[in-house]
């Protein structure tokens, strides 16, 4: 069974540093595209950011360009995210979320973690 | 970068009703778009992928259609599980963009 466990979220104030983490078990890590994505309190869904299967591209919402920075551990099977210069807006459910399998090999979601909140706040 | 609207942002619905949910994108994405349900407390789950395919597990009461920049997710027969908040999401382009949700609830 694919499993996605996500951690590392907490309480920060503005303008510190989080890392979140995803443990991934259940298929070949090293094969598919990961992704971050975030839901604010009540709001919708907004991508974060996607990393290749290799971890040799990246790619980044305008909001958290230059602040966030995702990388992977294919040894370790975990994805990160490592947020710096954190705002109260990026308060949020953060998920990891897994390319899906078949069809056109595009980078829809399936499964997604259950997430891990951050609350930035003074 | 593309914009998806999600129409409409919330609607209510009998049990056994036939509802549409449409997701119009602001340029063509061939079919490279797919479909969520949420339901609280229990995650996101993929119900429809390149734009009609539909996922391994889920009911064949869902089905979606489309291509370019206009698609729709149907429930044929509405069932009580299926009142949840539902979002399409583009990923022919990044930034990958979600639509803003439908929120579907028992009338």
């Known amino acids: 069974e694919v499993q996605l466990l996500e951690s590392g979220g907490g309480l920060v104030q503005p303008g510190g540093s989080l890392r979140l983490s995803c443990a991934a078990s259940g298929f070949t890590f090293s094969s598919y595209a990961m992704n971050w994505v975030r839901q604010a309190p009540g709001k919708g869904l907004e991508w974060v950011s996607a990393?290749?299967?290799?971890?040799?591209?990246?790619y980044y919402a305008d909001s958290v360009k230059g602040r966030f920075t995702t990388s992977r551990d294919n040894s370790k099977n975990t994805l990160y995210l490592q947020m710096n210069s954190l705002r109260a807006e990026d308060t949020a459910l953060y998920y990891c979320?897994?390319?899906?399998?078949?069809?056109?090999?595009?980078?829809?979601?399936?499964?997604w973690g259950q997430g891990t909140l951050v609350t930035v706040s003074s | 970068a593309i914009q998806l609207t999600q129409s409409p942002s919330s609607l209510s619905a009998s049990v056994g009703d036939r509802v549409t949910i449409t997701c119009r994108a602001s340029?063509?994405?061939?079919?490279?778009l797919a479909w969520y349900q949420q339901k609280p407390g229990k995650g996101f789950k993929l119900l429809i992928y390149?734009?009609?395919s539909l996922e391994s597990g889920v009911p064949s009461r869902f089905s979606g259609s489309g291509s370019g920049t206009d698609f729709t997710l149907t429930i044929s027969t509405l069932q009580p599980e299926d009142f949840a908040t539902y979002y399409c999401?583009?990923?022919?382009?990044?930034?990958?963009?979600f639509g803003q949700g439908t929120r579907l609830e028992i009338k």
């Open positions: 990393v290749s299967a290799s971890g040799g591209s990246t």
């Open positions: 979320a897994k390319q899906g399998e078949g069809g056109s090999g595009g980078n829809w979601f399936d499964p």
């Open positions: 390149d734009a009609s």
């Open positions: 999401q583009q990923f022919n382009h990044y930034p990958i963009i």
């Open positions: 340029q063509g994405i061939s079919r490279a």
